[in-house]
C-alpha cells in the first residue's frame, strides 16, 4: 500500500489531474466575486432609480403643440320600441383638433453634472434651450367630421407642451406667440386620464396671439426651456421639419434613437451635434393624436389589446398599438463603467488562473523544484483576489489606476512568494514578469473592446503554443516513473521567463 502511495504521489498524470481539479475549485471564489461584482451593479442600478424617483428622469420632449378645442353637434333619429322614426335628438361631443408646427428648430447646450447615491455617481445634464418656429394659418375645413351633417364650433385654443418628467423643469418656460408673452398652466385641459397628453402643460393663446389665430393668420413662436434629467434627452420630431443644434462639455455622448444625428463632432472638449428630421419620414405626428384620445375613443385603435392600452400610461411612450414615441436621442454616456469592465476582467479569470499554475508547473518540471499543492493553492487565490481588489479600488479611484494598484501588487507578491519558493530572487523576478506581462494582456482585452476575442484567443493560442514547444521533447513517462533523467526542454528560458 505503501509503495502505491509513493507511486501515485510521483505520478505526473495524477499531478496533472490535481492542478487541474484545483483549477476548478477555484473558480468557486471567483464565482462568488463575480456575484458581488453583479451586487454592485445592481446597487449602481437600484441608486439611478431612487434618483429618478426623487430628483429626476430621463426627459422626452414633445411639443410646443397647437391644440383646439372644438363640439361637434349633429341630429339623430329618435325611434320608439318599434323603431319607428318620432323626432330628432340633438347629440354632440367634445374633441380636439392637434395643429404641428410647419419649423421648429431647437437650439440648446446641455450643461452636465453629477448626483450621488451612496458611492454612486448617476449623471445629470441641465439643457438649456430655445425652441423656434411657427405654425401655419389655421384652416377649418382640415377638421374632419366624424358624424354625417354636423357641425363644429370651435374653442379657443392652446399651446401644449410634454416633458416626461415635470419635476425637470427649470423654473417655468416661457412662450411668446406672435409677440404675445402666453403663461403655462398644470395639464392639459379635456383629456381623458388614460391620455399620456394630458399630463403635459398648456397655455392659452391670449392677446395679440388669439387675434393672429381668429383671422387665421401664420402664428411665429419661440419657447425658452430649462430642463433638468437624468442621462438622456429624447426629442420627438413632430414638424413638417424639425431641426436640432446641442452642444455640450460632455465628451462621450451617445446618440440613439429612431433617427442618429446628421452631422456630429465628439472631441475630448465636447460634443456639436445636429439633426434634420422630416415628416415623411416618421410617424411621430400620429403617435401625438392618439395620445390625445382615451380608451372612449371610437377609432380602431380602442380595440387594442390590455397590455397595449397598459403601454399607453407609460410615460414616453405612445399609447395602444403605434409602439415607442418616435424619437431622437443623446445620453451622457460614462465612459469606463467599472462595473462592466470589472465583469468583463473576471470572465477572464479561470484562464488567468490556469496560465499562472501551468508557468508554476514548468518551474516545477524543469527546474527540479517540487511545489506542495497548498501552494499551488496559494497562488491561484492571489489571482483570484485580484480581481476582487480591482473591483474595490475602482470604486475609489479610475479604472486604469485602480488596475495599475491591483496589478502591481499582485505581483509583487507573486514574485516576493516565488524568490523563496523556488530559492531564486531571479526565479521569482522572472515569475512576476510573466505574470505582469498576463496582467498587461488582459488590460490591453479590456481596453480594445471591439477586438477582445481576436486578442484573448491570440493570447490562449500563444501560450499554448510556449508550452507545446517548451515540452515537445520531454519523456513524460519517464516523468510518470520517476526517472531522474528527463531531457532538458528545447525552451527552458523562454519557460522561465515567459
Same mark, same amino acid.
Given at each position: 500500500?505503501?509503495?502505491?502511495?509513493?507511486?501515485?504521489?510521483?505520478?505526473?498524470?495524477?499531478?496533472?489531474?490535481?492542478?487541474?481539479?484545483?483549477?476548478?475549485?477555484?473558480?468557486?471564489?471567483?464565482?462568488?466575486?463575480?456575484?458581488?461584482?453583479?451586487?454592485?451593479?445592481?446597487?449602481?442600478?437600484?441608486?439611478?432609480?431612487?434618483?429618478?424617483?426623487?430628483?429626476?428622469?430621463?426627459?422626452?420632449?414633445?411639443?410646443?403643440?397647437?391644440?383646439?378645442?372644438?363640439?361637434?353637434?349633429?341630429?339623430?333619429?329618435?325611434?320608439?320600441?318599434?323603431?319607428?322614426?318620432?323626432?330628432?335628438?340633438?347629440?354632440?361631443?367634445?374633441?380636439?383638433?392637434?395643429?404641428f408646427p410647419?419649423?421648429?428648430?431647437?437650439?440648446?447646450?446641455?450643461?452636465?453634472?453629477?448626483?450621488?447615491?451612496?458611492?454612486?455617481?448617476?449623471?445629470?445634464?441641465?439643457?438649456?434651450?430655445?425652441?423656434?418656429?411657427?405654425?401655419?394659418?389655421?384652416?377649418?375645413?382640415?377638421?374632419?367630421?366624424?358624424?354625417?351633417?354636423?357641425?363644429?364650433?370651435?374653442?379657443?385654443?392652446?399651446?401644449?407642451?410634454?416633458?416626461?418628467?415635470?419635476?425637470?423643469?427649470?423654473?417655468?418656460?416661457?412662450?411668446?406667440?406672435?409677440?404675445?408673452?402666453?403663461?403655462?398652466?398644470?395639464?392639459v385641459?379635456?383629456?381623458?386620464?388614460?391620455?399620456?397628453?394630458?399630463?403635459?402643460?398648456h397655455?392659452?393663446?391670449?392677446?395679440?396671439?388669439?387675434?393672429?389665430?381668429?383671422?387665421?393668420?401664420?402664428?411665429?413662436?419661440?419657447?425658452?426651456?430649462?430642463?433638468?434629467?437624468?442621462?438622456?434627452?429624447?426629442?420627438?420630431?413632430?414638424?413638417?421639419?424639425t431641426?436640432?443644434?446641442?452642444?455640450?462639455?460632455?465628451?462621450?455622448?451617445?446618440?440613439?434613437?429612431?433617427?442618429?444625428?446628421?452631422?456630429?463632432?465628439?472631441?475630448?472638449?465636447?460634443?456639436?451635434?445636429?439633426?434634420?428630421?422630416?415628416?415623411?419620414?416618421?410617424?411621430?405626428?400620429?403617435?401625438?393624436?392618439?395620445?390625445?384620445?382615451?380608451?372612449?375613443?371610437?377609432?380602431?385603435?380602442?380595440?387594442?389589446t390590455?397590455?397595449?392600452?397598459a403601454?399607453?400610461?407609460?410615460?414616453?411612450?405612445?399609447?395602444?398599438?403605434?409602439?415607442?414615441?418616435?424619437?431622437?436621442?443623446?445620453?451622457?454616456?460614462?465612459?469606463?463603467?467599472?462595473?462592466?469592465?470589472?465583469?468583463?476582467?473576471?470572465?477572464?479569470?479561470?484562464?488567468?488562473?490556469?496560465l499562472?499554475?501551468m508557468?508554476?508547473?514548468?518551474?516545477?518540471?524543469?527546474?527540479?523544484?517540487?511545489?506542495?499543492?497548498?501552494?499551488?493553492?496559494?497562488?491561484?487565490?492571489?489571482?483570484?483576489?485580484?480581481?476582487?481588489?480591482?473591483?474595490?479600488?475602482?470604486?475609489?479611484?479610475? &479604472?486604469?489606476?485602480?488596475? +495599475?494598484?491591483?496589478? =502591481? $501588487?499582485?505581483?509583487? #507578491? *507573486?514574485?516576493?512568494?516565488?524568490? !523563496?519558493? %523556488?530559492?531564486s530572487?531571479?526565479?521569482?523576478?522572472? &515569475?512576476?514578469?510573466?505574470? +505582469?506581462?498576463?496582467? =498587461? $494582456?488582459?488590460?490591453? #482585452? *479590456?481596453?480594445s473592446?471591439?477586438? !477582445?476575442? %481576436?486578442?484573448?484567443?491570440?493570447?490562449?493560442?500563444?501560450?499554448?503554443?510556449?508550452?507545446?514547444?517548451?515540452?515537445?521533447?520531454?519523456?513524460?513517462?519517464?516523468?510518470?516513473?520517476?526517472?531522474?533523467?528527463?531531457?532538458?526542454?528545447?525552451?527552458?528560458?523562454?519557460a522561465?521567463?515567459?
Open positions: 500500500m505503501f509503495q502505491l502511495f509513493k507511486a501515485l504521489q510521483s505520478s505526473m498524470l495524477v499531478r496533472v489531474a490535481g492542478l487541474l481539479m484545483l483549477t476548478l475549485l477555484l473558480c468557486i471564489p471567483l464565482a462568488e466575486i463575480n456575484s458581488i461584482n453583479r451586487e454592485r451593479g445592481r446597487s449602481q442600478r437600484e441608486a439611478a432609480e431612487e434618483l429618478a424617483a426623487t430628483y429626476a428622469s430621463a426627459q422626452t420632449m414633445v411639443g410646443p403643440v397647437l391644440l383646439v378645442p372644438y363640439v361637434e353637434r349633429w341630429m339623430e333619429p329618435l325611434r320608439n320600441a318599434q323603431g319607428k322614426v318620432i323626432g330628432q335628438e340633438a347629440r354632440s361631443k367634445e374633441m380636439a383638433h392637434a395643429v410647419d419649423k421648429l428648430h431647437i437650439e440648446g447646450s446641455m450643461t452636465p453634472h453629477e448626483r450621488y447615491r451612496g458611492i454612486f455617481k448617476i449623471p445629470f445634464y441641465t439643457l438649456n434651450a430655445t425652441l423656434g418656429g411657427g405654425f401655419a394659418a389655421f384652416d377649418p375645413k382640415s377638421v374632419a367630421h366624424s358624424e354625417a351633417d354636423s357641425r363644429i364650433e370651435f374653442k379657443a385654443p392652446f399651446v401644449v407642451f410634454y416633458v416626461s418628467d415635470l419635476r425637470g423643469l427649470d423654473g417655468s418656460p416661457s412662450i411668446a406667440m406672435n409677440g404675445e408673452g402666453l403663461r403655462f398652466k398644470q395639464r385641459p379635456g383629456l381623458g386620464d388614460d391620455s399620456w397628453l394630458a399630463d403635459g402643460v397655455a392659452p393663446l391670449t392677446g395679440a396671439a388669439l387675434a393672429a389665430w381668429e383671422s387665421k393668420a401664420p402664428l411665429p413662436f419661440e419657447m425658452k426651456l430649462g430642463l433638468v434629467g437624468q442621462d438622456t434627452l429624447s426629442m420627438v420630431p413632430i414638424a413638417e421639419e431641426t436640432a443644434h446641442l452642444i455640450s462639455p460632455w465628451a462621450h455622448p451617445s446618440f440613439g434613437g429612431r433617427f442618429l444625428a446628421t452631422q456630429r463632432a465628439v472631441t475630448p472638449q465636447g460634443f456639436d451635434a445636429h439633426w434634420r428630421v422630416s415628416s415623411l419620414v416618421t410617424s411621430a405626428r400620429e403617435q401625438v393624436r392618439a395620445g390625445l384620445s382615451d380608451r372612449d375613443d371610437r377609432s380602431a385603435a380602442a380595440t387594442a390590455a397590455a397595449a392600452t403601454a399607453a400610461a407609460t410615460v414616453g411612450h405612445a399609447p395602444r398599438n403605434l409602439g415607442p414615441l418616435q424619437t431622437f436621442d443623446v445620453s451622457l454616456a460614462q465612459p469606463i463603467n467599472v462595473y462592466s469592465m470589472s465583469t468583463r476582467a473576471g470572465k477572464y479569470g479561470a484562464l488567468f488562473i490556469g499562472v499554475i508557468a508554476a508547473f514548468m518551474f516545477e518540471l524543469f527546474r527540479r523544484q517540487r511545489m506542495h499543492p497548498v501552494q499551488y493553492g496559494l497562488v491561484g487565490l492571489s489571482i483570484a483576489l485580484f480581481f476582487l481588489l480591482l473591483l474595490a479600488l475602482s470604486e475609489k479611484l479610475a &479604472f486604469w489606476l485602480a488596475y +495599475a494598484s491591483a496589478a =502591481g $501588487a499582485s505581483v509583487l #507578491l *507573486l514574485g516576493i512568494y516565488f524568490s !523563496a519558493v %523556488l530559492q530572487w531571479k526565479r521569482g523576478a522572472g &515569475f512576476g514578469a510573466y505574470v +505582469a506581462v498576463l496582467y =498587461g $494582456a488582459l488590460y490591453g #482585452l *479590456l481596453a473592446e471591439s477586438n !477582445a476575442l %481576436l486578442l484573448g484567443a491570440l493570447l490562449t493560442f500563444g501560450m499554448l503554443t510556449v508550452l507545446m514547444l517548451a515540452t515537445r521533447k520531454v519523456d513524460w513517462y519517464a516523468l510518470s516513473a520517476g526517472n531522474p533523467r528527463t531531457p532538458e526542454p528545447v525552451l527552458p528560458d523562454a522561465a521567463s515567459v
